[in-house]
T-cell receptor, first 111, second 114 residues
Framework: GDSVTQMEGPVTLSEEAFLTINCTYT??????LFWYVQYPGEGLQLLLK?????DKGSNKGFEATYRKETTSFHLEKGSVQVSDSAVYFC??????????FGAGTRLFVKA | DVKVTQSSRYLVKRTGEKVFLECVQD?????MFWYRQDPGLGLRLIYF???????EKGDIPEGYSVSREKKERFSLILESASTNQTSMYLC?????????????FGPGTRLTVT
């Protein structure tokens, strides 16, 4: 069945370090891909999305490119800040009612 | 901006009580969802609704029911709360599922059943 796999956390980085959170998916159709972020005590909010192969989603310095050949959508940021500490969820939707979420990756950024 | 609100941020209930969690969205979205979020288990879909009075079971509907009498409001009901329903509950909405739209989430309700 369709699934999303993302790297286990927690990921701990120092401020200004480079961030990569890996995400791969399996899908029977052509999904839209998403990264959501959840700050402590809050709900999820959309960080970025891509709707077709080779699209790059970007927001707040974060980027992810839809790679159909490797079925991946890795999240990257060149220089993280303490305020980026949160849980990050990769997700896919192939057009049905069900969005499939990864298990989430917790990021800690130290000053 | 889409706004999804949930009736309570924190709730403490006793075992056996009937519990109502309410969710309201203000952007005329057709589709609404209830998830629960537990450490190590991610988000699990409880129920969703694609129109007023229409509902479908998700992955873990046992022990829950839902109600959608108005387009903007989607309620989750725990008929007889149990301690294993202690969790974070998240409501979400989306405009069009056929366009693979993103979901908009509320802030969550952290429910503790004692």
């Amino acid at each position: 069945g369709d699934s999303v796999t993302q790297m286990e956390g927690p990921v701990t980085l120092s401020e200004e370090a480079f961030l990569t959170i890996n995400c791969t998916y399996t899908a029977t159709g052509y999904p839209s891909l998403f990264w959501y972020v959840q700050y402590p005590g809050e709900g999820l909010q959309l960080l970025l999305k891509a709707t077709k192969a080779d699209d790059k989603g970007s927001n707040k310095g974060f980027e992810a490119t839809y790679r159909k050949e490797t079925t991946s959508f890795h999240l990257e940021k060149g220089s993280v800040q303490v305020s980026d500490s949160a849980v990050y969820f990769c997700a896919q939707n192939t057009g049905g009612f069900k969005t499939i979420f990864g298990a989430g990756t917790r990021l800690f950024v130290k000053a | 901006d889409v706004k999804v609100t949930q009736s309570s941020r924190y709730l403490v209930k006793r075992t056996g009580e009937k519990v109502f969690l309410e969710c309201v969205q203000d952007m005329d979205h057709e589709n609404m969802f209830w998830y629960r979020q537990d450490p190590g288990l991610g988000l699990r879909l409880i129920y969703f609704s694609y129109d007023v009075k229409m509902k479908e079971k998700g992955d873990i509907p046992e022990g829950y029911s839902v109600s959608r009498e108005k387009k903007e409001r989607f309620s989750l009901i725990l008929e007889s709360a149990s301690t294993n329903q202690t969790s974070m509950y998240l409501c979400a909405s989306t405009l069009r599922v056929d366009r693979k739209d993103e979901q908009y989430f509320g802030p969550g309700t952290r429910l503790t059943v004692t």
